[in-house]
C-alpha cells in the first residue's frame, strides 16, 4: 500500500477515524510585538533574536481561531512538520495545550489502556494533543535538540499512554506513546544496541496429529451429495451421505470438525497452556497443532474459520490436505464474506480457489489438477456487501495416476501456450503499442516486439533520510561522497560476506548493472515531487536497456492540486483541476519524447481517499483521470495511458467512467498465491489489460531467522510472478490480460516506521505475509546491512536471484 510518499507517517493498525471536539476563544493577538516580555534577559543579539522569534509566533496565533478543532490543528502540525516549520509547531503545540490540554487528561484519566476498537472517536482530544506534543518531540530531534526531545518524548510517555495517532493515508491508527518510546531508544543508541545483541530465534515447529485423517485424499463429492444449478447464482451444495463425507475428510474439515474433540491431544495442549489467546494470535505462531485446535473451534463464520484451518495445514506443508479444506469452503460456503482490516469486503472462497490452483501448480509431485473452477460476484467492486450476487461454479480437483498418460497430459497443458493470431483491437500507433487477439488476450507490443514488464520500484534511499521530516534528497542527483558519480546507480557495491564493509573483492557495480543482470527491464516513480533526471535515465535506457514508467499523483497526498492537506483533492473543485492537469500536461510536455518513456500513469491508489475525494466520489475522480487522458492522447501517441487503483476497489466505476484509459493498474497485496480474482475481473468489468505496480512482501518475520525470512520473502514473490506470468498472453489457463508487474520494492527504506536510522521490527499493521504483519522497512529485494554504508551498500536478497533466473530465461 502506498509506499511511494507520505506527508504523514505511515502505520497500519484496525479502525476508523474518530470524531472532533471544540474549545475556547483565544485572547487578543493584537500588538503581539509590545507584549514580548524580555524583562531580566541581557540585550544581546541572541535575546533580541529570541524576542523577535516568540513575537513571530505569538503573532500568527491569530491564524488559529476560537473554534479551530483538535482534529485541525492536528493536521496543520504534520503539515508544518513537513516544512521544518519549529516556530509553526510550537504554536500550535501552546494552542492545543492552552485550550485542550485540560481536556485531553480528562480522557486520559478515563482509560486504563487503549480504548476498544470502535470507540476512539471518544477520545479524540487526547489523541490529537499527544499527536502534536509528538510532533513537537520529532521536531526538537530533527533539529538536533537532543535533550529537549527526550524530555518531551517522556513527557508523551506519562501523559498520554492510551493515545494512539490517525494515519489518514493508511486508515489507522498507532501508539504515540510506543512511538516516543522508540523514538528515545534511537536517540540514546538503545535501540540498535539491542538489535545488534538480540540474535534471531530459530522456534520449534509443532504440528497437527490427526486421530482420523480421512478415508480420501481429494474427495469425490458427487458420491455423497449433489450440485445443483453450478453456474449460477442459485448454485447449491445438499450432502446425502453425512457419515460418508464425514469419513471422507477426516477431523476438523467441515462437516467433520467436531471430531476434533476427541482427539486426546487437544486436552494435553489445554493443559499445556498452549491454546491460551486469541485465534487471530495463533495465525502466527508456530505452534501449528494448537493454532489447528484454536481455529477448528473458534466463533467465527463457517468460511472464515475453514480458510484458516486451510491455512494452518498449508502452514504445516500438508499440502494435500490444504486443498481439500480450501476446496471445502469452495463447495459448502461459497458466498462467504468477510471484513479485512480497511474495512472492505473480502471473499475466503475466492481466495480459497486462488490457493487451491497455487498449490497444485508447486507441488507437481502431488499428481493433481483442477477442472475450472470460479466465483464470480456481481457488485463486489464497492464496500457494500448487502448488494452482492454470487455466481457459483464449484469445479472439481482431479486426483491422477502419477505415470498415466492422461496426468502427463494435464501437467503438460499446465505451461501450455496457444497461439496469438487475428488481432481485434489496436491502442496507440507509435512505438509502444496495445493489441487485442481474438481471443481476448492483451500484449503490450514496444518497437515491434512483444514486451512483458518486469518491474521495480526503484528508489536508493539513503539511511537516516525521511520525507515525513523533509529530509529526502533527490537519489537521481545524490554524490555524498564526491566523486562526481551518482551514488546509487554507479557507485554501490555488494556485500557478499556481510561485514558492512567494502572489502577489495567488492567492487563498485552500481544498481543500473544489478538491475539489467536480475533481468529488470522498467523501473516505476513519479515526476513530482523530485525532479527526474534526464541525462541519469538516457543513460539508464541506453547502456542498461531500463525504461520508465512515469507517473504523476493526480491529486494523491494533495500533491498537484494545490489544496492543503486538512481541506483534501477535490475531484469537481475547478482551482484543483486545473492545478492537477497542468501538472500532467507539465510531465507529458516534459518528457514525451524522452527515450526511456514506456507509459503514463495517474495517480497512486486515489481511490483509498487519502486526503481526497475520491472514496467518496469515485465516479468523479475517474471522469477527471478520463479527461487527464484524453488530453495526454491528443499530445502522445507513443504511450499509452494508465491509471493506478489500490486494488479493485470500485473497478465498475472506472469501467463506466474511464473508457479513454488504456491499462488498468493496481497495487495488491493479496498473499503468497498471486492476485486471484483480479485477472478475470478487470476483464469482466472492463475489458482492459491489466498491470501490477506494486506486490510483495517483507524480508522479516519474527518466529523465522533472517535467512528463513529471505526466502519466505522470495517464496512470496515467486507465487506473485507465477501467476502474472500464467495470465499474460498466450498462456492456456490464464485469463491473457497481463502486461506483467512491478515488484515492490529495489531496497529497504528505513524512514517507513518513523524512526529513519533505526530497522525497525516493529509493526502493528496487519497483512497476507509470512510474519502476519506489514513490516514497511523490509520489502526490499536487497537490504542496506547495518546502515553504516548506505547509500552504497548492497545485500542481495534471495527474491534478487529468483528474480535473475525468472527474468532471464
Not at 157 to 171: E, F, H, L, M, N
Not at 575 to 601: A, F, G, T
Request: charged fraction near 25%; glycine fraction near 8%.
Amino acid at each position: 500500500m502506498k509506499k511511494i510518499f507520505f506527508v504523514f507517517l505511515i502505520l497500519f493498525v484496525l479502525t476508523s477515524q474518530w470524531a472532533c471536539s471544540g474549545g475556547k476563544p483565544p485572547s487578543s493577538t493584537e500588538n503581539k510585538l509590545a507584549d514580548v516580555d524580555v524583562s531580566g534577559a541581557e540585550t544581546t543579539k541572541d535575546s533580541l533574536k529570541e524576542a523577535l522569534n516568540r513575537a513571530s509566533v505569538q503573532a500568527a496565533v491569530s491564524s488559529l481561531d476560537a473554534n479551530t478543532l483538535s482534529k485541525d490543528l492536528a493536521l496543520m502540525a504534520w503539515e508544518a512538520s513537513s516544512k521544518n516549520d519549529m516556530p509553526r509547531i510550537q504554536e500550535i503545540f501552546d494552542h492545543t495545550m492552552k485550550y485542550y490540554g485540560e481536556q485531553a487528561m480528562l480522557e486520559q484519566s478515563s482509560l486504563s489502556g487503549f480504548p476498544e476498537r470502535g470507540t476512539e472517536e471518544q477520545y479524540r482530544v487526547l489523541n490529537d494533543a499527544a499527536t502534536i506534543h509528538f510532533i513537537l518531540a520529532e521536531a526538537f530531534m530533527g533539529a538536533g535538540r537532543t535533550q529537549e526531545a527526550v524530555n518531551n518524548f517522556q513527557e508523551i510517555i506519562r501523559q498520554y499512554p492510551s493515545a494512539q495517532s490517525w494515519d489518514p493515508s493508511r486508515g489507522s491508527f498507532w501508539s504515540v506513546a510506543e512511538k516516543s518510546k522508540a523514538s528515545i531508544d534511537v536517540l540514546t543508541g538503545k535501540a540498535q544496541e539491542e538489535l545488534d545483541q538480540k540474535p534471531m530465534e530459530h522456534v520449534i515447529r509443532t504440528v497437527p496429529v490427526f486421530q482420523t485423517p480421512g478415508t480420501e485424499g481429494v474427495v469425490d463429492y458427487a458420491k455423497y451429495g449433489e450440485f445443483h444449478k453450478a453456474g449460477t447464482a442459485q448454485y447449491e451444495y445438499v450432502i446425502q451421505d453425512m457419515k460418508g463425507l464425514k469419513d471422507a475428510v477426516g477431523e476438523g474439515i467441515y462437516p467433520n470438525e467436531r471430531d476434533v474433540y476427541t482427539n486426546p491431544r487437544l486436552e494435553q495442549a489445554r493443559a499445556q497452556g498452549r491454546l491460551k489467546g486469541k485465534h487471530w494470535d495463533f495465525n502466527l505462531s508456530e505452534d501449528l497443532e494448537a493454532a489447528y485446535f484454536k481455529w477448528v473451534s473458534a466463533q467465527e463464520a463457517p468460511g472464515v474459520r475453514l480458510f484458516y484451518i486451510a491455512h494452518v495445514f498449508e502452514r504445516a506443508q500438508m499440502w494435500e490436505r490444504a486443498i481439500k479444506a480450501y476446496y471445502a469452503l469452495v463447495v459448502h460456503f461459497p458466498k462467504t464474506v468477510a471484513w479485512t482490516y480497511w474495512q472492505t469486503p473480502w471473499y475466503p472462497a475466492q481466495a480459497a480457489i486462488a490457493k487451491i490452483k497455487y498449490l497444485i501448480h508447486i507441488h507437481p509431485e502431488l499428481g493433481l489438477d483442477y477442472r475450472p473452477m470460479q466465483i464470480r460476484v456481481q457488485n463486489g467492486y464497492d464496500n457494500d456487501m448487502t448488494n452482492d450476487v454470487f455466481i457459483i461454479d464449484p469445479g472439481r480437483i482431479v486426483e491422477l495416476d502419477k505415470m498415466s498418460d492422461e496426468q502427463k497430459k494435464i501437467l503438460q497443458a499446465r505451461g501450455e501456450m496457444i497461439a496469438l493470431k487475428d488481432i481485434k483491437r489496436k491502442i496507440g500507433k507509435g512505438k509502444v503499442r496495445l493489441v487485442q487477439y481474438s481471443n481476448g488476450h492483451w500484449q503490450m507490443i514496444v518497437d515491434g516486439k512483444p514486451f512483458l514488464i518486469k518491474g521495480v520500484t526503484y528508489t536508493a534511499t539513503k539511511v537516516g533520510q525521511s520525507p515525513d521530516k523533509g529530509a529526502l534528497t533527490n537519489w537521481q542527483f545524490d554524490d555524498f561522497n564526491g566523486n562526481g558519480k551518482i551514488d546509487g546507480p554507479y557507485d554501490s557495491w555488494v556485500d557478499h560476506n556481510g561485514n558492512n564493509a567494502q572489502d577489495a573483492d567488492e567492487p563498485v557495480v552500481g544498481d543500473f548493472q544489478l538491475m539489467k543482470d536480475m533481468g529488470v527491464n522498467v523501473i516505476r516513480f513519479y515526476h513530482v515531487p523530485t525532479t527526474p533526471n534526464k541525462e541519469l535515465l538516457r543513460d539508464m535506457y541506453q547502456k542498461y536497456g531500463i525504461r520508465v514508467i512515469m507517473g504523476d499523483f493526480f491529486g494523491k497526498y494533495t500533491i498537484g492540486s494545490g489544496a492543503s492537506w486538512s481541506q483534501g483533492t477535490d475531484y469537481e473543485n475547478p482551482e484543483h483541476r486545473k492545478n492537477m492537469m497542468e501538472s500532467v500536461k507539465h510531465m507529458v510536455m516534459e518528457y514525451k519524447d524522452e527515450p526511456y518513456i514506456l507509459m503514463w500513469i495517474l495517480g497512486n491508489e486515489n481511490n483509498y481517499g487519502v486526503a481526497s475525494n475520491a472514496d467518496k466520489k469515485p465516479a468523479a475522480f475517474f471522469r477527471f483521470a478520463n479527461e487527464a487522458a484524453q488530453w495526454i492522447k491528443s499530445i502522445d501517441g507513443d504511450h499509452p495511458v494508465a491509471i493506478n487503483n489500490g486494488d479493485t476497489l470500485f473497478l465498475d466505476i472506472f469501467a463506466k467512467n474511464a473508457p479513454d484509459i488504456d491499462i488498468f493498474t493496481a497495487n495488491a497485496y493479496r498473499g503468497n498465491y498471486g492476485f486471484g480474482s483480479l485477472w478475470d475481473q478487470v476483464a469482466e468489468a472492463a475489458d482492459k489489460p491489466a498491470l501490477i505496480t506494486e506486490y510483495g512482501a517483507p524480508a522479516f518475520a519474527p518466529h523465522m531467522t533472517l535467512e528463513d525470512a529471505e526466502q519466505a520473502q522470495a517464496d512470496y514473490h515467486r507465487g506473485n510472478w507465477m501467476d502474472i506470468e500464467e495470465n499474460s498472453a498466450g498462456h492456456a489457463r490464464g485469463a491473457g490480460n497481463a502486461l506483467g508487474g512491478v515488484a515492490f520494492e529495489w531496497m529497504d527504506e528505513w524512514w517507513k516506521n518513523y524512526e529513519p536510522f533505526l530497522h525497525d521490527r516493529k509493526s502493528e499493521a496487519i497483512g497476507p505475509f509470512p510474519g502476519g504483519y506489514y513490516f514497511e522497512e523490509w520489502f526490499g529485494l536487497i537490504g542496506q546491512g547495518n546502515g553504516v554504508q548506505s547509500p552504497f551498500l548492497r545485500h542481495l536478497r534471495k527474491a534478487y536471484f529468483l528474480y535473475q533466473d525468472l527474468w532471464n530465461r
